[in-house]
């Protein structure tokens, strides 16, 4: 999944193993609630290559938030994370290129791949707590990954319909709350009930097995994750992310996902559960 948030409106595209989020009204205009100032340094330094970077984007749009301005492995080239994902922007602010782009040499693809954006999508997924989570998890974890889910989502299902074979192969799975069709939904609704229910993991089996979801309300996690959701960039579900904060995408089966794990770690971008907080 890739969602790029460039120029006045959001461009996503959703992979053929997750379900597309419903479109938003008033995504495209609407100004983020935490849009950050800019930077002292790069008020003192507005001819610089990241003042340039930043002038460029806002220039294309206003209302964009821009989480990160910074060096980047293509040479005159400056790295942005837009929308959760990276864009990259000529040192002298003309030129933006977003999608794929690969060092033919070393064969790295250098704008997913960026330790940066990596980095940030840690932090993010970090910032939440154990206790607002759902986690499936056998004894002895190799490994744990994030999943951003829906109740409503056949991949999301499918995938649950599998945790106990994710577990066998060593994989821990700790659950956000994404509801793909909007805040004040029906889904949205029956995420919050789940995430209320005194034993969570059972109602959010019983939700993605069609059966009835007792209307529960609390001051629930769900509002918190989805807007989390938003800013790493998810444009839909199951969202996997690795230890690392590594997009793995939609759904992937239980063996070709520990085998994606498995050379993650190999490659040094992945390890043991990353540490909760």
Not at 54 to 76: H, M, T
Request: hydrophobic share 40%; with cysteine.
């Amino acid at each position: 999944m890739k969602h790029l948030l460039v120029i006045a409106a959001l461009l996503g595209t959703s992979s053929l193993s997750a379900c597309a989020q419903a479109p938003q009204p008033g995504a495209a205009t609407a100004k983020p609630a935490t849009t950050p100032a800019l930077a002292k340094n790069d008020v003192a330094k507005a001819d610089s290559a990241d003042g340039r970077t930043r002038q460029a984007l806002q220039a294309l749009n206003p209302q964009i938030q821009i989480d990160y301005v910074g060096a980047s492995a293509l040479p005159g080239f400056r790295e942005a994370i837009v929308g959760g994902q990276v864009v990259l922007v000529s040192d002298d602010g003309r030129y933006l290129v977003q999608g794929q782009v690969l060092d033919m040499e070393t064969k790295n693809e250098l704008t997913q791949g960026s330790p940066a954006l990596a980095k940030y999508r840690r932090g993010l997924l970090d910032s939440i707590k154990a206790k607002d989570r759902i986690v499936f998890s056998p004894p002895n974890p190799k490994y744990t990954i994030d999943v951003f889910t829906d109740v409503e989502c056949g991949y999301c299902r499918k995938l649950h319909s599998e945790i106990a074979e994710y577990n066998r192969l060593g994989i821990e799975v700790q659950y956000m709350a994404f509801p793909r069709m909007g805040l004040g939904s029906q889904d949205h609704r029956d995420m919050i009930s789940v995430w209320c229910a005194s034993d969570r993991k059972q109602a959010l089996t019983d939700a993605k097995s069609d059966k009835p979801i007792a209307a529960k309300d609390c001051k629930s996690p769900v509002d918190m994750e989805y807007h989390i959701g938003q800013r790493l960039g998810i444009s839909g579900t199951p969202a996997i992310f690795a230890p690392d904060g590594t997009q793995l995408g939609g759904y992937l089966p239980p063996q070709q996902l520990r085998e994606a794990l498995d050379k993650l770690a190999a490659a040094g971008q992945a390890g043991t559960p990353a540490g909760m907080p």
